[in-house]
């Protein structure tokens, strides 16, 4: 029974830092997404905003089963990012300074949800199959948005 708690708790803590992730994700593209001259470059984003969208609503799901909420972002650090964000655009409009703060950000991503994988080892199958399927988008973008660097 106590390892089906533990399990049940690391499953939850993993959703949540995926979910945290995720609205990170979609809320970093919406704020560059507009700004990117490069037609193929803002596809790149909109089908990386899609499946974060797709991962979101099977997070809801999952989180739903486990009667939890979720978790949005540290708003000090969303805020730090929308800062950095802006004052980087405005120094450099130019989509290579955009593919240099969303590498940033995936890099940024995929060194948390790998912590959290390796935290929270007893978390189900699901939610780990999430976690590593939410890394793969984020190293996939970097690697595809290299170029524009």
Known sequence: MSENIGRDGDTVKLLRECDSGVKMGISSINE??????DERFKSLLQR???EHEKLSTELSEL???HNDEGK??????KGMGWIKT???LMADP????????MTDGCN??????????NQYKSAD????????????IELDLTNDIRQYL
């Open 125 to 136: 199958e699901k939610s780990k199959d999430i976690a590593e399927r939410l890394v793969k």
């Open 94 to 101: 130019s989509d290579s300074t955009i593919a240099d703060l």
């Open 72 to 77: 949005n972002p540290n708003p000090v650090v």
């Open 86 to 88: 802006e004052a980087m």
């Open 108 to 117: 940024m991503g995929v060194k948390s949800l790998s912590r959290y994988l």
């Open 63 to 65: 989180l739903d089963v």
């Open 32 to 37: 560059v997404v507009d700004e990117v001259r």
């Open 48 to 50: 990386c905003r899609q």
